[in-house]
């Protein structure tokens, strides 16, 4: 059982576009939400999080969407860039030490 | 500070034998994790320990052991691998400080099991 459903599994956009991507979870008892960034051959890197009191957080060019009642959230990139193509993973946590992934989603950014 | 460092960076190893995969961090994280990623299942939790001598089990623990008894080192042990294990390993850690659900994770193991 998939605990957090991430969506989509892959995205290409434009240089400019605002690529999203959306993450649903089932367990109300989670309390913290990042989003991490992996290039290939390395590990991931939080990116930006957030806690279930706020419906915003914005990072840079980074945005985190949440809505509590829905048990959704998910990343906006403002202005993407080439450099930003990578994998992206939601996740959720009720417990330091205890992330549970979304499935991950391959961003690319066409020049 | 090197971070969370992870030993080896490839390993081959066939069906049945037993090996080690090192974790360490040197910036005194309380909390160190381990996870395996495979392809369209994102990474999981292995195993995850909330301080020097308590572990507890993750979403996908059987196959695998560990146990720490250092505040920097938090090993996990295949005790009879299987072709299902063939995986990238990446542990993490956090601190209880300031943001301890912070999670930075090492480079990653790759294993195959053949």
């Known amino acids: 059982q998939q605990q957090v459903k991430q969506s989509p599994q892959s995205l290409i956009v434009q240089k400019g576009g605002i690529p999203i991507i959306n993450c649903a979870y089932e367990?109300?008892?989670?309390?913290?939400f990042p989003w991490y960034q992996q290039f290939p051959g390395k590990g991931p890197a939080l990116l930006i999080a957030?806690?279930?009191?706020?419906s915003e957080k914005k990072e840079g060019r980074f945005t985190i969407s949440f809505n509590k009642s829905a048990k959704q959230f998910s990343l906006h990139i403002m202005d993407s860039q080439p450099g930003d193509s990578a994998t992206y993973f939601c996740?959720?946590?009720?417990?330091?030490?205890?992330?549970?992934f979304g499935q991950g989603t391959t961003l690319q950014v066409k020049p | 500070n090197a971070g969370v460092t992870q030993t080896p960076k490839f390993q081959v190893l066939k069906t049945g034998q037993s090996m080690t995969l090192q974790c360490a961090q040197d910036?005194?994280?309380?909390?160190m994790s381990w996870y395996r990623q495979d392809p369209g299942m994102g990474l999981r939790l292995i195993h995850y320990?909330?301080?020097?001598?308590?572990?507890d089990q993750g979403e996908v623990p059987n196959g695998y052991n560990v146990s720490r008894s250092t505040t920097e080192d938090f090993p996990l042990r295949l005790l009879s691998a299987a072709p299902s294990q063939t995986s990238v390993y990446f542990c993490?850690?956090?601190?209880?400080?300031?943001?301890?659900?912070?999670?930075?994770f090492g480079p990653g193991t790759r294993l195959t099991v053949t």
């Open positions: 957030i806690r279930p009191d706020v």
């Open positions: 910036m005194n994280h309380e909390y």
């Open positions: 993490a850690s956090s601190y209880s400080g300031t943001e301890p659900y912070e999670q930075y």
């Open positions: 996740a959720a946590s009720s417990l330091p030490g205890k992330l549970i």
């Open positions: 320990s909330v301080g020097a001598g308590i572990t």
């Open positions: 367990n109300t008892a989670f309390d913290y």
